[in-house]
């Protein structure tokens, strides 16, 4: 199984992008690398994931580096509302049978 | 879409009473629920595994027979704490994968956190 790396926590300053590196050197090739992010007493929330390509939505873009032991989450204008726990995941995609193990996370502070 | 239901979101009970917890996919349908367990400062530690239909598969140091995980139908995953004690107090996430969904995604409840006084 893969393991992930991430800071312990991260300060951001608000209306800046927010960079949250996570290391993954481990990875297999169906890996996919999934993020989630946990607001104070709240279940996780999903926010992106990928396999090999850099990715896009509505809440922020994934960047995988070409050898895939390394990706970063970007919130590209952070809001206070962002403050919370970032988890970054790595898992097969196919595999039905495979489950998430949520490592501590970093956590994001968003400072007015 | 993709919405995941908890409920109750906080209850409090007795010593040695049971507790169920229900978790429903409002707008999918899900033939895989999970049930995890959060305490204080800590990560998301899975529990159980849970299959439409069939028996829930267990993580390791996890009571089955304490508990209790019953997934009668696609949209429905109900998790019973039975002879809860103080230190079964914690928060408890369930999350459910799709049936035929995209790529292993899990989508979260909202949470129940339990006091047993």
């Known amino acids: 199984d893969a393991k992930t790396t991430q800071p312990p926590s991260m300060d951001c300053a608000e209306g800046r992008a927010a960079n949250l590196p996570c290391n993954h050197s481990?990875?297999?090739?169906?890996?996919?690398v999934y993020w989630y992010r946990q607001i104070h007493s709240q279940g996780p929330q999903y926010i992106i994931h990928?396999?090999?390509n850099n990715e896009t939505n509505e809440m922020a873009s994934l960047i995988i580096t070409e050898d895939r032991k390394s990706s970063t989450l970007i919130l590209p204008h952070a809001t206070l509302r962002d403050t919370a726990v970032y988890y970054c995941i790595v898992r097969a995609g196919d595999n039905y049978g495979q489950n998430f193990v949520f490592g501590p996370g970093t956590r994001l502070s968003v400072l007015p | 879409g993709a919405v995941v239901s908890q409920h109750p979101s906080w209850v409090i009970c007795k010593s040695g009473t049971s507790v169920k917890i229900e978790c429903r996919s409002l707008d999918f349908q899900a033939t895989t629920m999970f049930w995890y367990r959060q305490f204080p400062k800590q990560s998301l530690m899975l529990m159980a595994t849970?299959?439409?239909?069939?028996?829930?598969?267990?993580e390791q140091g996890v009571e089955k027979d304490k508990f209790l995980i019953n997934h009668a139908s696609l949209t429905l995953s109900t998790l019973t704490v039975t002879s809860a004690h103080p230190e079964d107090s914690s928060f408890y996430i369930c999350?459910?994968?799709?049936?035929?969904?995209?790529?292993?995604?899990?989508?979260f409840g909202a949470g129940t956190r339990l006091s047993v006084l």
């Open positions: 849970s299959n439409e239909g069939s028996k829930a598969t267990y």
């Open positions: 990928g396999l090999k």
């Open positions: 999350s459910a994968r799709r049936a035929g969904g995209s790529k292993n995604i899990q989508y």
């Open positions: 481990t990875i297999s090739g169906n890996e996919y």
